[in-house]
């Protein structure tokens, strides 16, 4: 069950600023939206940009993000990517 172990999982923006130092990062872009964990370690880290696809449920990151002047925006016009091999099978 996802929901149940979505509190236990290491989130995506934990490995990512497990890669770059304090500062050094202003934009990320992430598939759903941050958790409220992961949000205020973002802005810990000093990331002004953040861009995400998918809406995380009860999630704060906006009032963290409003409270710390973070742009989060969410994005609902995107290309979508296929691959040579998708357009391969389509044919």
Do not use: W
């Not at 990512?16 to 872009?29: D, E, H, M, P, W």
């Not at 742009?71 to 357009?87: A, E, F, G, R």
């Amino acid at each position: 069950d996802r929901d149940t172990r979505r509190k236990y999982m290491l989130h995506a923006e934990v490995n990512l600023c497990s890669l770059f130092t304090r500062g050094n990062v202003k934009l990320i872009a992430c598939t759903t939206e941050p958790c409220t964990s992961c949000a205020q370690m973002l802005c810990a880290y000093g990331v002004k940009e953040i861009y995400y696809r998918d809406a995380y449920p009860d999630s704060q990151a906006r009032a963290i993000c409003e409270l710390y002047n973070i742009n989060l925006t969410q994005l609902t016009d995107y290309p979508v990517i296929m691959s040579p091999y998708d357009l391969r099978e389509k044919s």
